[in-house]
C-alpha cells in the first residue's frame, strides 16, 4: 500500500484570497521543475482558507468527487496529487481548509482530515520549527526567496533559500533550513515570534 508524505501545516491563520492562489504553488520556481516527480514536494501540504473562498473554488469546475463535507478537483497538480477543500467543525466552529493529497493513497484523505483536525484542536497555541519556516517560506515574497544554484555546494543545491537582512546593514542569502532560532523570529509576524514550541506530531 502507497503511503504518501505526512500532512504539514504550511500557513498560519486564514489566508486571503491573493495569498490562497499564492500558495497554491509555493514551489513554482524551485529547479527541474517540469523534470521531476512533484509528488513527495506537494502532498501533504495545507493550510486554512476562508468559507467565501472555500465556496467559490467550489462552482469553479465540477468535482472530481463530493463525500461529505470535502471535495477534490477534478484538475490534478502533478501526477496524482490534487486539491481536496474540507469544511469541518472544530470547537464548535465550522472551518475551511484546502489540502493536497495523492489520491493513489486510498488513505490520504482522511488522514489529512484527521491531522487537521488534531492539529487545530490543540489547547494552547504553538508552532512546531518546521511550520515555523513553512510559515516564513509562504509569507515571504519571490523575489526574497529561492533555490540554491550552481553556485552553492553540490550537497545544498535546489534547498531553499531566503533574504536575511542583518542589523548591521547588509543582505544575505541563507538556506531557509539553516536558519537560527533568533533568525526565524526576526522573520516571522509579531504575532508569532513568541509562541510556545509545539512538538512534531
Known sequence: ????????????????RHQMFRMFD??????????????LIY????FEINEAEHDAMFEVLPSLWIRGSMF??????????????????IDGTVRYFHAYCDLSD?????????AIIE???RPV????RDERL???WSTTADDYRGYAGKRWPATEYGKRTVMFHARLGGATLKLLDGLSNEEIAAKLPVHLRHLPDAVAA
Open 106 to 114: 486510498g488513505q490520504a484523505v482522511e488522514r489529512m482530515r484527521l
Open 134 to 136: 513553512e510559515h516564513i
Open 1 to 16: 500500500m502507497k503511503t504518501s508524505p505526512a500532512p504539514r501545516k504550511v500557513y498560519q491563520g486564514v489566508t486571503s
Open 26 to 39: 509555493r514551489h513554482a520556481r524551485r529547479p527541474d521543475r517540469f523534470e521531476d516527480d512533484a509528488t
Open 43 to 46: 502532498a501533504g501540504e495545507w
Open 72 to 89: 477534490a478537483m477534478r484538475e490534478f497538480l502533478t501526477g496524482s496529487v490534487t486539491s481536496v477543500f474540507f469544511a469541518l467543525r
Open 119 to 121: 492539529r487545530e484542536t
Open 125 to 128: 497555541r504553538a508552532m512546531t
